[in-house]
């Protein structure tokens, strides 16, 4: 019997396009189905949207099990509900109305969540509960405009069945509506499945994209600290290798306001698993004037000062902040804390950060909904910056 196995899924949201993919228990032609939202008045129940007319159909040429079609033509910054459908011989399966936002333009103030670590320990806790589906109910409750993953999205990335059970089932409700970027974390193990089921831009363990007033650079730091070397440097991290030279092409041609990092193993953290090799990127990602480092592999969070050439420094300093997200190892955590560190506690949390064009607002909560922390990096005209 033809299912929905996987899915569906936002990709690459930009100001006229977005991706659909979901996976099919056989392979199957399908399409996906793009309408109109109206707003519309209900009384004492308030504004809400519903579908209208037809905006259009979007199919793929053959059949197969994971489908990614990519919707265009649309408007900056509007809503539009979808539903996909699949057919494979006489059987076929349609899914429900979803609904889809395309991304801000550049002055326009959006948000995002960012998390890791649903992978393995994260699936469950102590008590038996499901960290990871708490994680994703919060982060839904907040109405991202995207999400990051910061690796670690499953326990086992060349087992196929580790990629439902930790990721798409417990985040089925949050990834219908919210586009997701990933970077690969160690437990990916630099898998197939993860080539397969998403549609970065090429070659998907390293990428850039664009969103609002916001250049986001994705790294695979497991490519730079290998496993067989980890956790020292693979010997890459200088010109002439392919992620080295892409990072400084991105940067060096950058003029968005804001420049945020993400990559898996963390080049500070009072905690096991640092990894220092990985410092080796500060010069760069100083020089050009990077404003956010979001790293994860320890299981806590932790946010650094800002920090310049080893120090601390309040005037243009770098945070890098360890969203170690859907689990917490307490034990990991030094005895005390080192001189970068800012705030540190291990527990299940999400970040959300508030992006405007002139304030870039990071805000951990926990599993139980509390905030436990939070920034406020302010930049004026000159690109001058002040921490609050």
């Known amino acids: 019997m033809l299912s929905i196995v996987k899915g569906p899924y936002l990709q690459n949201p930009t100001g006229h396009t977005m991706t659909v993919m979901w996976e099919t228990s056989y392979p199957a032609i399908s399409r996906v189905d793009v309408l109109h939202a109206e707003r519309i008045h209900s009384g004492h129940q308030g504004n809400y949207k519903q579908p209208v007319d037809l905006f259009g159909t979007f199919a793929e040429e053959s059949p197969t099990r994971i489908h990614q079609i990519t919707v265009e033509d649309l408007e900056p910054g509007t809503t539009y509900y979808y539903k996909v459908y699949s057919q494979h011989e006489s059987d076929e399966i349609e899914s429900d109305f979803y609904m889809f936002k395309t991304a801000a333009g550049q002055g326009k103030p959006f948000s995002f969540t960012v998390t890791s670590e649903t992978g393995g320990y994260s699936g469950f806790d102590s008590s038996g509960g499901h960290i990871n589906q708490r994680i994703f109910s919060l982060m839904k409750q907040y109405r991202p405009d995207i999400a990051l993953f910061i690796g670690d999205i499953v326990n086992d990335g060349k087992n196929e069945e580790d990629w439902n059970k930790y990721f798409f089932d417990p985040g089925r409700d949050f990834l219908v ?212």
């Open 177 to 388: 509506n919210t586009p997701l970027y990933s970077c690969l974390g160690n437990h990916e193990d630099n898998a197939s499945w993860y080539y397969d089921l998403f549609a970065f831009p090429e070659p998907k363990n390293f990428y850039a994209f664009h969103y609002g007033d916001v250049h986001f650079i994705c790294l695979d730091s497991t490519d730079l600290i290998r496993k067989e070397d980890y956790p020292h440097s693979s010997g890459g991290m200088s010109p002439g290798n392919a992620q080295y030279d892409f990072l400084v092409r991105e940067l060096s041609s950058s003029v968005s306001k804001w420049k945020i990092v993400f990559f898996h193993y963390p080049p500070y953290v009072s905690g096991g698993y640092q990894v220092e090799d990985l410092r080796q990127l500060c010069p760069v990602l100083e020089k050009y004037g990077v404003d956010l480092v979001l790293n994860s592999h320890t299981i806590v969070y932790e946010r650094s000062h800002p920090v310049t050439e080893g120090k601390v420094d309040y005037d243009n300093g770098i945070v890098y902040v360890v969203v170690g997200g859907a689990g917490a190892m307490p034990n990991w955590l030094l005895p005390k804390r080192e001189w970068h560190t800012s705030q540190s506690l291990a527990v299940p949390h999400f970040l959300q950060v508030i992006v405007t064009e002139n304030r870039l607002e990071i805000r951990a909560i926990d599993d139980d909904g509390r905030l436990f922390d939070q920034l406020l990096i302010r930049k004026n005209a000159e690109g001058e910056k002040d921490y609050i």
